[in-house]
C-alpha cells in the first residue's frame, strides 16, 4: 500500500505553474471554502468534502473524490488534511498528500520573480502573493536590500535576504493597507530597518517612521538605482507611488492592470475620488508611458505576461482601462467610482489600526485577519468576471 505524503504550498503553486492533472481536494467547511481557496495561474480543478463527512459518512465520502488524479488535500491547520488523506490512502488511493501547515501556509506564500536584467547591476524582484493577489517588492544592490510594501511573512523575507548575502535596511509603504498586515514594523524590529511613509496615511502611526515627500529621492549605496517618490493620493490620502531607475513604477493601489485603486475604503468616497481624480489626471497621465507599472494587487491572473510576473507599460494600461482615464470631469469620474461602490470587509478597519500600531494581535489572531483576497480595485471583481464571460 502507498503511504501518504505531504507538499507545502510552494510545491502546490509549482505544480499548478506546471499545468499538472491533478485534484486539490479541500476538507475544509463549505463556508470557508467559500470565502477563500486555492487559486492559482491556471486553473484548478478542486473539489469540496468536508472532513467532518468523513468522520461521519466515511464510504460516502470516498467515492466523491475521484480517483483519477493525485489529490493534492488541503485543510484548516494540517491535521484534518492528514485524517482524510490516510482514508484515502486506505481505500487504496495511490498518490495522496496532505499541505505541510494548512490553508494559511497558501494564504502568505510569496513567490519571488526577477523584474529587471539580469545584466543590471541591481535587481529588482517582485513576491507575488497569490492568495491575496498582492505583490510586493525588493530592490538589491551592493549588499543591501530595501522592500516595498512587505507582507506579515517574514521568514521569508529573512531568508531571501539570507540567500542573497544582503541585509534589509528600509521598507517603504505605498499607503496604510487595509487589506493585509503590513510587515514593516516586524521587519523594523528584528533587522533595525527604517520604515518609510507618508505622514497623510501614517500621521496617528504608534511606531517610529521617516515621512517620505513628494519628488524626493533615494539613492542606494554609492550610486545605485534611484528610488523617487511621488505623492499618488485617492486610494488613500497618504498614497505614494515609486519610481525605480527612471523605469519602474511601484504604483502601491493607485493604479492596477486592470482598474483603479477603490478611494471609497475610508468612508469619503467623494473627497477621495477628487483626489484620485487629480492624481490621475495631473500626475500619471503625465508619466513617462514607456514606465513598466509594477502594481500592489491583481485581480486575474489574465494580467500577468508569461513569466506569470505582474508588469504592464503605462500606455498599454491607459489605453486597456480608457473607460475610466477617458472619463473627462471630475463628475463623471465621481459617478464611475459611485457605480462601483461596494462594503468593505468589516476586518479592513481592524486591520488598519494594527497598521497603525494601535491594535496588537497574536499569530493567530493575525493570520485570520490576514487570510483572503484583496478589496482594493475600484471595479467590481465579479464584475469583471460577468463583462469577461459575457
Ligand atoms: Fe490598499
Known amino acids: 500500500m502507498s503511504s501518504l505524503k505531504s507538499y507545502s504550498a510552494n510545491d502546490l503553486f509549482n505544480y499548478i505553474s506546471k499545468k499538472e492533472d491533478l485534484l486539490v481536494l479541500d476538507v475544509r467547511n463549505e463556508e470557508d471554502f467559500g470565502r477563500f481557496n486555492v487559486e492559482g495561474p491556471f486553473s484548478i480543478k478542486m473539489a469540496n468534502v468536508p472532513y467532518f463527512d468523513f468522520m461521519e459518512e466515511e464510504d460516502i465520502s470516498v467515492a466523491k473524490v475521484s480517483r483519477e488524479k493525485p489529490i493534492k488535500v488541503v485543510c484548516a491547520k494540517e491535521g484534518s488534511a492528514q485524517y482524510v488523506g490516510e482514508i484515502l490512502v486506505s481505500h487504496g488511493f495511490e498518490d495522496v498528500a496532505f499541505l505541510e501547515g494548512g490553508i494559511k501556509t497558501w494564504g502568505n506564500l510569496l513567490m519571488p520573480k526577477r523584474i529587471n536584467l539580469e545584466s543590471d547591476d541591481y535587481a529588482l524582484y517582485q513576491f507575488i502573493r497569490p492568495g ?84 524626493e529621492s533615494f539613492e542606494m549605496g554609492g550610486n545605485g538605482p534611484v528610488v523617487k517618490v511621488m505623492h499618488s493620493p485617492g486610494h488613500t490620502p497618504g498614497s505614494t507611488s515609486y519610481i525605480i531607475d527612471d523605469k519602474y513604477f511601484i504604483s502601491g493601489d493607485t493604479i492596477f492592470i486592470q482598474s483603479v485603486g ?28 514607456n514606465l513598466d507599472v509594477l502594481p500592489g494587487h491583481f485581480m486575474n491572473w489574465t494580467e500577468a505576461n508569461n513569466q506569470l510576473v505582474f508588469s504592464e507599460k503605462l500606455e498599454n494600461i491607459v489605453g486597456h482601462n480608457s473607460s475610466i482615464y477617458a472619463l473627462d470631469s471630475l463628475g463623471k469620474f465621481t459617478e464611475f467610482i459611485m457605480n462601483n461602490m461596494r462594503e468593505s470587509p468589516a476586518v479592513y478597519d481592524e486591520i488598519r489600526k494594527v497598521n497603525n500600531g494601535w491594535l496588537d494581535v497574536d499569530m493567530d489572531e493575525a493570520e485570520v485577519m490576514d487570510l483572503g483576497k484583496n478589496e482594493c480595485a475600484a471595479t467590481a471583481y465579479a464584475k469583471v468576471k460577468k463583462e469577461e464571460s459575457s
Request: one cysteine or more.
Open 262 to 289: 477603490r478611494p471609497d475604503l475610508g468612508g469619503k468616497a467623494k473627497e477621495w475620488a477628487a483626489m484620485l481624480y487629480d492624481t490621475l489626471t495631473n500626475k500619471v497621465q503625465n508619466l513617462d508611458k
Open 132 to 215: 491575496k493577489a498582492s505583490c510586493n517588492y525588493g530592490l538589491i544592490y551592493q549588499g543591501e536590500m530595501v522592500i516595498f510594501d512587505p507582507s506579515r511573512n517574514y521568514d521569508f523575507y529573512r531568508s531571501f535576504a539570507d540567500r542573497h548575502q544582503v541585509k534589509i535596511v528600509r521598507t517603504f509603504e505605498t499607503h496604510l493597507q487595509a487589506d493585509y498586515i503590513s510587515g514593516s514594523k516586524q521587519i523594523a524590529n528584528q533587522t533595525g530597518a527604517e520604515i518609510m511613509a507618508h505622514i497623510g496615511d501614517f500621521s496617528n502611526a504608534s511606531f517610529q517612521y521617516n515621512e517620505v515627500h513628494d519628488g
